[in-house]
């Protein structure tokens, strides 16, 4: 959808035409200033994210530690030895769990506090949004730390409190425990970035008019029927894009999760992200940037191909819509 | 925090704007039980949300003994002492300026690129816009964060890692995709008389850009700036590896882990670094969450 109104936001018509008549390099010249003026954007989008994904492959067929005398050509030999590596599916996989678990739970307790604050006559919906957004806002490496204080077997309060309502007989090592540390690290990603997605409800919920509401009240709906009926057939094409967006994020996790575990305990908890910076910087380990760089291909296309897949869906989803209004 | 009651966010009532609470003709006109019941369910539930952050405000306030012993917020004693020795042992104070320098430079950096690209894209027709366009589209697509080799390859061959000059440059790359159609958008619906007046008393492109339109964009500038600093004041990956061998060069982020690494068993100290480092974010998000909530919105609005 983002791309559709990139091109329609910017195909508007324009006040100052450089396009009509006279050749081309007259054209070109006197848009000048318009080229002028994309440079800056233009060379911080090259060297930061065309570039990067671009070397990635070349430094996927290197051996190379990181320093630029030893640059051995390895050819595909990077990319075999990542295929064969345990650790690597692991992470690989986890990657995707993690999205697969998270991303639905955040997208539909998200929705479930966004219906409620939607509601006009919630008095206070603004003061409850603020609260719910505030973990947005601060940093996932330092909430990340907090949380192995929050957590810790060692008298955290969360083990505190269910000590003291009995519903545990004995500390929890939640981030310590292969088997609960993930789901914890999980829990606290939802918890962190609830806000945006509870935002982006909210901002597709604007699009329900509220005397629909009003008119569906006065005939005796109930409110979970009034939502069945009016509210999701209309916020539907948002719900495609929410998901695009929060499945992609999901897999920007790299700051949590290495404050958090470090991507332990014995590996459980690592992701991809935290598999790359492993093998390309981790401490005790040579560099290995051209295995690195492999792995981060191959996810990397990964991502790339279900954000792609996620994309046309959407087009898709938004053409028919379209066919059905004009009909 | 004057504002609490009437939000800032439900003054605006732009078109899309999230004026949840403030519409409705039967507003506070009935008394709902089921509004009760809401309001009992969420307050509980918005008290465990915030908890963490009382918990470490509380806990940096505490001595160690206290914070193992119970789970009261208020301190017996306040233990200011906590927060001078992360200011100075945990050199938080340092962290803190490095922060401020990284994100000042990379929220000046974004601001320029994006105000100008949007400008254009948005009120110009120029051969070659296809191509622009098409190329931003693309980088919607690229996943990032798996770009961090390259990134640091690129700035050791200018001479920038172990700098903060280099951690500036490198938390203002990217395409900034939401921003750039912000601004477009903005800019686009602005009358054309605008600057066909300025031409005509013989302003430059520049000078229409900066001293007529700019100064007319100023929520999307302040949408900007918000959304720039939360990324760079929270970003880690990149200060992390770019600052491996200079530690005197560590943001807040970085150096709070570090911390963790060195002192593992000083919770005060750590709860008390913690909350200097979260602090600014919260409050200005605290008086300005409109411009927060927008910025959030804009990327699925459109």
């Known amino acids: 959808m983002a791309v559709e109104t990139s091109a329609r936001a910017l195909s508007l018509k324009t006040k100052g035409g450089f396009s009509s008549g006279k050749t081309l390099r007259e054209r070109m010249w006197a848009a000048r200033w318009c080229y002028f003026f994309m440079v800056p954007s233009l060379l911080l989008t090259v060297a930061f994210t065309l570039y990067p994904t671009v070397m990635s492959w070349y430094f996927s067929l290197l051996d190379w530690s990181g320093f630029s005398s030893d640059r051995d050509w390895a050819g595909l030999a990077n990319y075999r030895e990542v295929i064969q590596d345990d650790l690597f599916w692991n992470a690989y996989l986890r990657s995707f769990l993690f999205t697969i678990v998270g991303a639905p739970i955040k997208i539909g307790l998200a929705l479930i506090v966004a219906l409620i604050l939607n509601d006009a006559s919630l008095r206070f919906s603004s003061f409850y949004r603020t609260l719910f957004f505030l973990p947005v806002v601060t940093s996932s490496a330092i909430i990340g730390i907090m949380m192995t204080f929050i957590f810790s077997p060692l008298d955290g309060p969360v083990n505190m409190v269910l000590l003291q309502l009995g519903l545990l007989d004995r500390p929890v090592d939640f981030i310590g425990d292969p088997d609960t540390a993930l789901w914890t690290v999980v829990a606290v990603y939802i918890w962190k970035w609830f806000g945006v997605t509870m935002i982006y409800w909210l901002a597709a919920l604007q699009v329900v008019p509220q005397d629909l509401y009003e008119a569906a009240r006065l005939d005796g709906a109930g409110r979970w029927h009034m939502h069945r009926t009016i509210t999701l057939p209309l916020i539907v094409p948002f719900a495609l894009v929410i998901v695009l967006i929060t499945v992609v994020s999901a897999l920007n996790i790299f700051g949590l999760v290495q404050t958090m575990t470090g991507g332990g305990p014995y590996f459980a908890t690592e992701v991809m992200e935290l598999y790359i910076y492993r093998n390309a910087f981790g401490a005790g380990e040579i560099p290995r940037l051209g295995y690195a760089s492999a792995a981060a291909v191959v996810f990397g296309v990964t991502v790339l191909i279900i954000s792609l897949v996620q994309g046309l869906g959407l087009k898709k989803a938004n053409a028919a819509r379209a066919q059905m209004k004009s009909q | 925090m004057g504002q609490r009651a009437t939000p800032i966010a439900s003054t605006i009532k732009g078109p899309g704007s999230l004026s949840s609470g403030a519409s409705g003709p039967w507003k506070r006109k009935r008394f709902r039980p089921r509004t009760l019941i809401t309001h009992l369910i969420l307050l509980p539930i918005c008290f465990l949300w915030i908890y963490p952050f009382l918990w470490m405000v509380s806990a940096g306030l505490k001595t160690e003994r206290e914070i193992y012993s119970g789970l009261a917020l208020i301190p017996e004693t306040w233990r200011w002492e906590n927060f001078q020795r992360a200011w100075v042992v945990a050199r938080i104070g340092e962290y803190f300026v490095n922060t401020v320098i990284i994100t000042l430079g990379s929220i000046a950096i974004v601001l320029v690129s994006v105000s100008l690209m949007g400008y254009v894209l948005g009120r110009y027709q120029f051969p070659g816009k296809r191509l622009v366009v098409s190329v931003f589209a693309v980088t919607i697509f690229l996943p990032e964060g798996y770009t961090i080799i390259p990134i640091v390859q690129l700035l050791q061959s200018l001479h920038l890692t172990n700098s903060l000059a280099g951690v ?132 699925v609005k459109q």
Do not use: C
Request: proline share 5%.
């Open chain 2, 168 to 299: 500036t440059l490198a938390q203002s790359g990217g395409a900034h995709v939401v921003m750039v159609l912000l601004f477009a958008g903005y800019f686009a619906q602005l009358p054309k008389e605008l600057e066909e007046a300025a031409v005509i008393d013989g302003a430059s492109f520049l000078r229409v850009f900066w001293e007529i339109m700019l100064p007319l964009a100023k929520p999307v500038v302040a949408t900007t700036i918000i959304l720039q600093f939360m990324s760079s004041w929270n970003a880690f990956l990149q200060p992390l590896v770019l600052t491996l061998s200079r530690p005197e060069l560590r943001t807040l982020a970085v150096g709070m882990y570090a911390f963790r690494g060195e002192y593992s068993t000083d919770w005060s100290g750590m709860a008390a670094a913690a909350t200097i480092s979260l602090a600014p974010v919260i409050i200005t998000f605290l008086f300005l969450q409109r411009y927060f909530i927008e910025g959030i919105a804009g990327s």
